[in-house]
């Protein structure tokens, strides 16, 4: 079953987003690991490709903005990107953090528990700027594949023909609809695009949006969520997971709750 229609540990899943984005670098493994030791139980990343179709973490479309380089992710090859410093922007401390690639990702979470004593799992995003944005589907569901991590990834995407593809390649692989702007018909879409989970941006989200896709056997995420009280807020209506940049305050919130391990 996918993870987070299971009942989560605490009262929701904790979703590193980007890692522990606050803390350290983005979509980093010094942002992941340290989103670990804060107590997610799933890591959020993104992921490009390099100019030779290699899936990387990064947000942007180019390098400009976390690292010490410039240009296109998808002009750089694989060995040009692993030269940049993903580091030093956010930090001195991070100096020489490298960008790393989603096999590196899935072959390092294959091995790793959370806090909480369950395998950590990934929601993995697939964005669709680049001119060859569509090959994403296909490259990501072949890594995720070959590293035997179908059951503890979900792929996430704004492009409603990604998520299509990714389910047309493997069944067993989890997915969610991202929205930042309000969906007409969201069930309907989730049942055309076969998805498992709706993640709506925290402003969309609302109790009855949760209690009408638990009714339909669909999951319900939320993010990027950094406020206490928005966080128990959300708590309180049974939101599957809720994505956050502060791992460490959400943690406290639900080992504060009753129940919590």
Known sequence: MFRLKQPAPRSCWLVGHRGAMAYAPENTMASFLCAQKMGAEFLECDIHLTREKTCVLM????????????????DLTLDAVRALDAGSWFSPDFQ???????????QWAKNQTSLTGFQLGLAVELKNGQARA?????????????????SRVVVVSYDQDMLKRVKALNQ????????KLPLEHPFKLAK?????????????????????AHNRGIAVATWAVDDPAEM??????????????????????????????
Do not use: C
Not at 192 to 206: C, G, K, Q, Y
């Open 232 to 261: 128990r807020e959300f708590l309180s209506w049974n939101v599957d997971a809720i994505a956050t940049n502060v791992p460490d305050r959400l943690n406290e919130i639900l080992n504060s709750k009753p129940g919590s391990p």
């Open 96 to 106: 020489g953090e490298k960008v790393p690639t989603l096999e590196e990702l899935l």
């Open 172 to 179: 067993r692989i989890a997915t969610g609809i991202l929205y």
């Open 134 to 150: 569509s090959e994403l589907p296909d490259l990501a569901v072949d890594q995720v594949s070959r590293a035997g991590m179908e």
């Open 192 to 212: 055309e695009l076969d998805a498992d989970a709706l993640f709506p941006r925290r402003h969309l989200l609302t109790k009855e949006l949760i209690a009408q």
């Open 59 to 74: 947000h942007d479309e180019t390098v400009s903005r976390t690292t010490n380089g410039t240009g296109y992710l998808q």
